[in-house]
């Protein structure tokens, strides 16, 4: 069987942890990691990690087009919208970890079947990964969702400088995943990075408000989307609800994550590279059967 080649553009806290991630994959072996400082922490570990390295950002891809058939971007929302016209120009598959929300969104409990044939698809963010599938469930299940809110906490370790600089992209494509899944009128979105030391877990409360709430219709959807998460998220877990409180139904989310690069505290880096992964798993296995024309991975 054959490895689907794939690129890692993006060498910082979300890039790192999909590297370790991919290093495992039956499906997918990463034939380069992509960033701009040879030095910097992420570039140190694919280097210990023997992978190929490469400091020159989308132009070792435009150099090299052969070298990959999907590219990971886990730079940043500005960046993606650059890179995303090189790959349509050079008809590589997209797998886009920033929010700059280009492609069409993929929560892969709900609609990864649907994102097959997209040659560039989003990840929404983390909260969304976190939260969506909840909302989709209580969509599915509930009359007249009138409005969803997501607030979401993660440790401030986790979150580097583009994810910093992307706070506005992560609350408009958040609130625009929300809107999609669930079919709410109104949706807000709400990000905590919370610098307490001990670092704290990824956590996410979904609020909805919904006529006549009824939690018995809800549970058996919601507890089949929360196994289908579980398949790929090992760590996603409910700790709270569902529940009914002045009028709202009300879950709480927590992620562990695998401790890949960062410690446990961190789900937020494995609940949307953990999506990504399970995306790329999918386009690789359908590839493969399809006999890909451009399918040249990795003999193993
Ligand atoms: N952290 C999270 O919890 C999280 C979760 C979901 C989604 N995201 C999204 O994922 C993206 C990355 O977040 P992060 O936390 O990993 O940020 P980060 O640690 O700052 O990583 C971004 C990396 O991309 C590199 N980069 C930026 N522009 C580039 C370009 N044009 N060409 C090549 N490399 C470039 C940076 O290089 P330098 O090292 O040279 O600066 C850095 O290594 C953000 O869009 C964020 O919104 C983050």
Redesign the pocket.
Known sequence: MKKTNVAI???????TDLLVKIHRSKYLHCSAF????LR?P?MLKAQELGVFVSAE??DYIKNNPKSCELVFD????Q?HIEHSKVFKELNITAID???AKLGPMCVPSVNLSDCLNEKNVNMV??GGQASTPIAYAIGKTQKNVQYVEVVSA?ASR??????RA?LD??IHTTEEALKKFSGAAKTKAILNLNPATPCIDMQTTIMAKVENPDIEKLKPLLNEIVHRIQSYVPGYQIVVGPLVENGRIVVTIKVKGLGDYLPAYAG??DI?NCAAIAMAEEYARHWAEEGHSSHKGKII
């Not at 553009?9 to 890039?15: E, H, M, T, V």
């Not at 992509?34 to 400082?37: E, M, S, V, Y």
């Not at 986790?158 to 994810?163: I, K, R």
């Open positions: 553009l993006g060498s910082g806290n979300i890039g992509i960033g701009r400082n910097s992420g950002g989308i886990a730079t940043s929302a960046a970890l920033t929010p963010t983390c993660i986790s979150a580097g400088p583009a994810t992307n992209e992560y937020n880096l949307i």
